[in-house]
């Protein structure tokens, strides 16, 4: 029998990473391997799909004041379709005249085909325990989750997509806040870190690929399921910035410069991080 | 009702190998919340895996396992198409049975 205390083994990890640093002087390189094992250990039973259960779940069931399921939902490949439409976001959709994402584009049907009002759709994107566990991250766990192994494949053809790129990008190395932060500080040169933490590079195709492809992830750390956006919002409160408003241009902007900066590369989630 | 196990059942060799993936808080019942009210203890006490019928696996646990608990364990035996059932009892009595079939 196997049981893992997994926020106890992260300590564990941590300490031995320490130890071996003291030790042999390998370094951050050897530090980052350590991890990377810790990681692999951790895949095969990888709570992510818990998430991913319970919104195929919400998907298939008949929820909102119209009682509907989500199985008309338009992801941008056509109504329902899911598998790998998740590589393909954010992109334009005609019917919003607008650029979304997949939280987006969820929030969106959430209102047009389950009679949810917007407010509802949008009030608990984050979830915190059992007690307030989030629709939101379920759902996009699970649409995730069909994109699994198919390469990135974000569009550019439309012009509000190229624009939206474009803002993103200025978003990217624009400096503010309390500490004159970029997201550009920690994430537009190799070899830095938070902590232990490697931070990618992600002016680098590799570097952007890497990160991109492997959020939404489930993290040991607060035992919950994470999604893009929800990484977003967290880099700009270490930033210091104001707060990342859920579904804004702004944050679909800045999604559409990463993804796209990943295409080509397979999608690699729901992963688990530390 | 708490929500679904995951469960793989796969033969390797003469016996076959089970991982569960479990749905569950697990409150240590050493932790406060934002108040500095002790958050009450909530674990699974009691796992109980059976192959067609038959108990293979009994544990007892405490507030030391991860929440979202992971269970991987062997057993001498098995076919593909066999079922097995993983049942789990927490502290407050609530339970849940899941079934997968070996493949």
Redesign the interface.
Same mark, same amino acid.
């Given at each position: 029998?196997?049981?893992?205390?997994?926020? &106890?083994?992260a300590r564990l990890v941590a300490a031995a990473s320490v130890v071996a640093l003291a030790a042999t002087a390998f370094g951050q390189s050897n530090t980052a391997d350590e991890i990377a094992k810790y990681r692999a250990a951790l895949q095969? !039973?990888?709570?992510a799909?818990?998430w991913e259960? &319970?919104g195929e779940g919400m998907w298939k069931e008949p929820r909102g004041p119209a009682k509907v399921s989500l199985e008309k939902c338009d992801l941008g490949m056509g109504p329902g379709v899911v598998k790998g439409a998740y590589t393909q976001l954010p992109r334009y959709f005609a019917d919003a005249d607008r650029v979304m994402d997949l939280e987006t584009r969820l929030v969106w049907c959430m209102v047009k085909i389950q009679g949810y009002t917007e407010a509802d759709a949008k009030k608990n994107p984050f979830g915190a325990?059992?007690d307030r566990k989030a629709d939101m991250e379920a759902l996009v766990a699970y649409v995730t989750s069909e994109s699994r192994g198919i390469k990135m494949n974000v569009p550019q053809s439309h012009p509000k997509e190229r624009e939206a790129y474009a803002l993103g990008e200025k978003m990217f190395f624009f400096r503010g806040g309390t500490h004159d932060f970029a997201c550009s500080t920690c994430h537009g040169e190799d070899g830095k870190r938070i902590r232990l933490q490697d931070l990618p590079n992600l002016t680098t195709k590799a570097g952007a690929q890497k990160a991109y492809t492997t959020w939404p992830a489930y993290r040991v750390s607060q !035992?919950e399921l994470r999604s893009f956006q929800w990484r977003l919002n967290d880099c700009f409160r270490q930033q210091r910035f104001p707060e990342l408003v859920f579904g804004s241009d702004a944050s679909i902007d800045l999604t559409t410069f990463l993804a796209v900066n990943a295409n080509g590369a397979a999608f690699d989630a729901p992963a688990i991080k530390r | 009702m708490p929500?679904?196990s &995951?469960i793989r059942a796969n033969v390797v060799g003469d016996s076959t190998e089970v991982?569960v993936?479990m749905?569950h808080?697990m409150e240590t019942g050493q932790r406060k919340d934002a108040q500095g009210k002790v958050i009450p203890a909530w674990f699974i006490q009691d796992v109980t895996a059976t192959w067609n019928g038959k108990t293979v696996?009994s544990?007892q646990?405490g507030p030391?396992?991860?929440?979202?608990?992971?269970?991987?364990?062997k057993f001498k035996g098995g076919a593909k198409g066999d079922k097995v059932m993983i049942t789990w009892v927490d502290n407050r009595g609530e339970k849940r049975t899941d079934e997968a079939t070996i493949a």
């Open positions: 029998m196997k049981t893992s205390r997994s926020g &106890r083994a095969d !039973g990888n709570p799909e818990l259960a &319970r325990g059992n !035992g | 929500d679904p &995951r991982k993936l749905n808080e696996l544990a646990w030391a396992v991860a929440k979202n608990p992971f269970l991987s364990f």
